[in-house]
């Protein structure tokens, strides 16, 4: 998943944090969390509704987490 966060990260080094960066972070971060859980989700034999609500549930956890680490970077220069 960093792999492909690092591109847009790289493109942006430039810029300062604002919070429209930070939130198009946020976004995109889970956005690439949804996309490994679903494709995890697929290669799974078993077709149960328990890892489509752990990741829901992981999702809903993880948002606030990623949104408050992200604050801490508002305002500053470099993101790597």
Do not use: W
């Not at 969390?33 to 078993?46: D, F, H, K």
């Not at 549930?57 to 949104?67: A, F, H, K, S």
């Amino acid at each position: 998943m960093l792999v492909d966060l690092l591109p847009f990260l790289k493109a942006h080094l430039d810029d300062t944090c604002s919070s429209s960066l930070l939130e198009a972070i946020r976004r995109l971060t889970l956005q690439l969390v949804r996309a490994q859980n679903l494709s995890l989700i697929a290669g799974t034999t078993q077709h149960t509704s328990q890892p489509s609500r752990l990741s829901c549930c992981y999702q809903g956890q993880l948002d606030p987490l990623l949104e408050d680490a992200l604050l801490k970077f508002q305002g500053c220069r470099y993101l790597l």
